[in-house]
C-alpha cells in the first residue's frame, strides 16, 4: 500500500516550458487534489475533484490545468510555465465525506527559470 | 469564508518542556478541525482531528488539541517536547456549512526543540 505517490520528484523547466505532474493513489479515494507551498503562505488549493469525471477550481488556479484520469490518477498540467509557479507541489486525496481525512503525497519540487 | 491564523512563525521549547502551538479559525457555520505536521522534504502527515464531542482530542505521537468554541481556538498540545517533534505545523479548517470538502490551512509553524 504505497499511499498517494507522485512523480517527478524535483523539476527544473524555462519559463514558457509545458509540464504535466502526476499523482496517484491506491486507497480507493474518491476525492483528489492539488495545492502548492510557497514559503509564509501555508499550502493552497489549486484545484480538486471530489469524484471520478469532475473537477472543480480551488484558490488560485490561473496557470493550471488537471485531468481526473481515473479513480486513482489526478494530473495537473502547467501549459506555459512561469517564474510565479517555482514551488512545491502537493498532491492528496480522502474518502470525500465531510468529516474525512485528506493524505499527502511526498510533493514535486519545481523551479521556473 | 473559512480561514485560520497561526500567529506565531516560529516556536522555539527545550525537550522535556510543554509544547503549545496556536490556532485561531474562523467559519460562518461549525468547524471541523484539523493538524498536520511536515517534516523536512516531506508531505503532510496528519495528526488529529475536531469533528464533534469532546473538545480535547488526542492523537498521533502523543499530541494533543482542545477545541474552545467561544474563542475560536484549536491549540495543539504535547507535555513533554521531544527533539524529534521538530517540524512545521499546520491547522487547518473546513466550515461544514460551505457544503465542499476543502480545506483552508494556515501558513504554519515552524517548531524548534532544542536539546
Known amino acids: 500500500n504505497a499511499g498517494v505517490t507522485q512523480t517527478p520528484k524535483f523539476q527544473v523547466l524555462k519559463t514558457g516550458q509545458s509540464m504535466t505532474l502526476q499523482c496517484a493513489q491506491d486507497m480507493n479515494h474518491n476525492s483528489m487534489y492539488w495545492y502548492r507551498q510557497d514559503p509564509g503562505m501555508g499550502l493552497r488549493l489549486i484545484y480538486y475533484s471530489a469524484s471520478e469525471g469532475t473537477t472543480d477550481k480551488g484558490e488560485v488556479p490561473n496557470g493550471y490545468n488537471v485531468s481526473r484520469l481515473n479513480k486513482r490518477e489526478f494530473s495537473l498540467r502547467l501549459e506555459s510555465a512561469a517564474p510565479s509557479q517555482t514551488s512545491v507541489y502537493f498532491c492528496?486525496?480522502?474518502?470525500?465525506?465531510?468529516?474525512?481525512?485528506?493524505?499527502f503525497g511526498p510533493g514535486t519540487r519545481l523551479t521556473v527559470l | 469564508a473559512q480561514s485560520v491564523a497561526q500567529p506565531e512563525d516560529q516556536v522555539n521549547v527545550a525537550e522535556g518542556n510543554p509544547l503549545t502551538v496556536k490556532c485561531t479559525y474562523s467559519?460562518?457555520?461549525?468547524?471541523?478541525l484539523f493538524w498536520y505536521v511536515q517534516y523536512p522534504n516531506r508531505g503532510l502527515q496528519f495528526l488529529l482531528k475536531y469533528i464533534t464531542g469532546d473538545n480535547l482530542v488526542k492523537g498521533s505521537y502523543g499530541f494533543e488539541a482542545e477545541f474552545n468554541k467561544s474563542q475560536t481556538s484549536f491549540h495543539l498540545k504535547k507535555p513533554s517536547a521531544l527533539v524529534s517533534d521538530s517540524a512545521l505545523y499546520f491547522c487547518?479548517?473546513?466550515?461544514?456549512?460551505?457544503?465542499?470538502?476543502?480545506?483552508?490551512f494556515g501558513k504554519g509553524n515552524q517548531v524548534v526543540v532544542i536539546p
Open positions: 487547518a479548517v473546513r466550515d461544514i456549512q460551505q457544503g465542499n470538502n476543502r480545506l483552508a
Open positions: 467559519v460562518s457555520g461549525n468547524p471541523y
Open positions: 492528496a486525496s480522502s474518502v470525500g465525506g465531510a468529516t474525512d481525512t485528506q493524505y
